[in-house]
């Protein structure tokens, strides 16, 4: 065989240079996809690996599924270490790996949610806008994080060394590497940058990795971090008990706190707030984009004599105040900040105000009171969630030193975990690290929920392609488009930390018609 045959033979195993719809250079595959099944790496065993033609793919159930189009990738299914607990359960890290047929060369762990347990789809869908990772070439692994669980929450796990370990934080940097070890396997060659993103759980995972595993990763997306879960459910249960003491009590004397606030109570705080805070972003459209000017006073929407039921007692704005206000101790030590007044903690699909989607985990239904002190002391001596929590590191001097970039977002309306404490995160890190502002952003997702959604918020932007330009290309974020499609299509800006996105006039659905102040 000549020179030329011999080029063209290697051209044929090792891929032929393209382009995709990113304008990214993409690489085709070394060896064949069914072929990842007999690959020998010590201690993972691929169970499948089959090509996936492109098309339309659908996930979820009805009526939340959604559908998607995805190009042609060889999709791996796998454990890693897996063994029997002490517990006699099976353990070890699942994972699904998509490798898609044209790979522009970069790799990305997809985070995952609540406590883990289940893999699911490889897709990189987080803070990506309308293109999954998966979609713009990535290659793109999801995990279990080590353990099975049954409806997202399952703890049984915690009982097993390894396994919790693996839950709080190995699984991150071992999937990750095993991951890239199998796509360097399939491609013939190594990504040449390595990602992550997730929301909550996920968020939490982003943000370890760049904390422990500074020479992993080039650059994280992080959502909604679950940074430290103990102290979070403790601001709930402290929300709860100041709205039980105003809500009525049965014949046995016990709060019924779905009456603390009537539905015509409720819409009268969403009013108030309303009018008090939707203009000063410039345009009153439901969304208070102003996050920071907002100084809601629920003490203003006090009946007076002859007020309608559009009021609300003293009684309950006293009970608001509390709710929201930051958890101290004795001392005056904050435990937890305050909790943001936004729309959607009134009305929406998990509020934080007691009324038909109320949200509370771990709260007591009948609980007045609160041993603030001796909780305090309790989470501060949990090995669990000190080992497991990501609030406390600041230190990303390697991960900064070697390029790395991070992003943050958190919806305001969050019920779960208040967008202020994420945002305390980051002005620590802030004060950490000299050169922070060079590598790392933070932004408020006005109306959003945990993590997506929300009656009037624009939840869909692309945090993805900010992050791989900053680190890949050095450019520096400017301002963000974020959209929604109900109830109307509209797009406005999204605006890093402090600015936030003002209406300068024109098409309110036109993002073009805000700027950032």
Not at 44 to 65: H, Q, R, V
Not at 176 to 205: F, N, P, V, W
Not at 420 to 446: C, H, I, K, M
Request: charge should be negative; aromatic fraction near 10%.
């Amino acid at each position: 065989m000549n020179r030329l045959m011999i080029a063209l033979a290697a051209l044929a195993v090792g891929g032929c240079g393209a382009s995709n719809a990113f304008g990214d250079d993409t690489t085709e595959t070394e060896m064949s996809c069914a072929a990842l099944a007999g690959l020998e790496i010590a201690n993972i065993e691929i169970t499948s690996a089959e090509m996936k033609s492109a098309g339309s793919f659908s996930f979820g159930a009805n009526p939340d599924s959604t559908t998607m189009e995805l190009p042609d990738h060889c999709y791996v299914e796998g454990i890693s270490n897996e063994r029997k607990g002490a517990d006699g359960k099976t353990y070890g890290l699942g994972f699904a790996l998509a490798m898609p047929a044209n790979w522009n060369g970069r790799f990305l762990f997809q985070g995952g949610g609540g406590l883990n347990g289940t893999v699911h789809p490889p897709l990189g869908g987080n803070a990506a806008g309308d293109t999954p990772a998966l979609a713009r070439g990535f290659a793109v692994i999801s995990t279990d994080g080590g353990h099975k669980g049954k409806g997202g929450f399952d703890a049984s796990f915690m009982a097993d060394q390894q396994a919790a370990l693996d839950f709080a934080g190995q699984s991150v940097a071992k999937v990750t590497q095993l991951g890239k070890d199998i796509a360097k396997a399939y491609y013939g060659q190594a990504a040449h940058h390595t990602y992550i993103s997730g929301c909550s759980t996920g968020g939490r995972e982003s943000m370890l990795a760049a904390q422990r595993y500074p020479m992993l990763f080039d650059g994280a997306v992080v959502g909604a971090p679950a940074m430290r879960t103990g102290h979070s459910n403790f601001a709930l249960r402290k929300a709860v008990a100041a709205f039980n003491e105003i809500a009525p009590r049965d014949e046995e004397g016990n709060p019924q706190l779905g009456r603390a606030f009537s539905s015509a109570e409720r819409r009268a705080v969403y009013d108030g707030l309303l009018a008090q805070c939707d203009s000063l972003d410039g345009l009153e459209d439901g969304v208070i984009a102003n996050v920071q000017g907002c100084d809601f006073d629920p003490g203003l929407l006090v009946c007076q004599s002859g007020d309608d039921d559009a009021c609300i007692s003293q009684e309950q704005a006293d009970a608001i105040d509390k709710a929201f206000a930051p958890l101290v101790n004795s001392a005056g030590y904050e435990i937890y900040p305050a909790f943001p007044v936004d729309t959607g903690m009134i009305e929406g699909g998990m509020t934080f105000i007691p009324g038909e989607n109320f949200f509370s985990p771990g709260a007591s239904a009948g609980q007045t009171e609160l041993d603030i002190d001796a909780e305090d002391a309790r989470l501060r001596n949990d090995p669990m969630q000190g080992r497991t929590d990501s609030y406390g590191w600041t230190n990303f001097s390697t991960f900064l030193d070697r390029g790395g970039k991070i992003l943050f977002y958190h919806g305001v309306s969050d019920a779960w975990f208040s967008a202020y404490d994420t945002l305390g995160f980051y002005q620590r890190a802030d004060s950490a690290n000299e050169n922070w502002g060079d590598a790392s952003r933070f932004y408020f997702v006005p109306g959003m929920g945990h993590c997506a959604g929300g009656a009037n918020t624009y939840d869909s932007f692309d945090l993805l392609s900010v992050v791989v330009d900053w680190v890949e290309n050095d450019k520096a974020p400017g301002n963000v488009t974020a959209s929604r499609k109900k109830p109307k299509p509209a797009s406005t800006k999204l605006c890093s930390y402090p600015e936030y996105p003002h209406y300068t006039g024109g098409d309110e659905t036109s993002a073009d018609s805000y700027e950032c102040r």
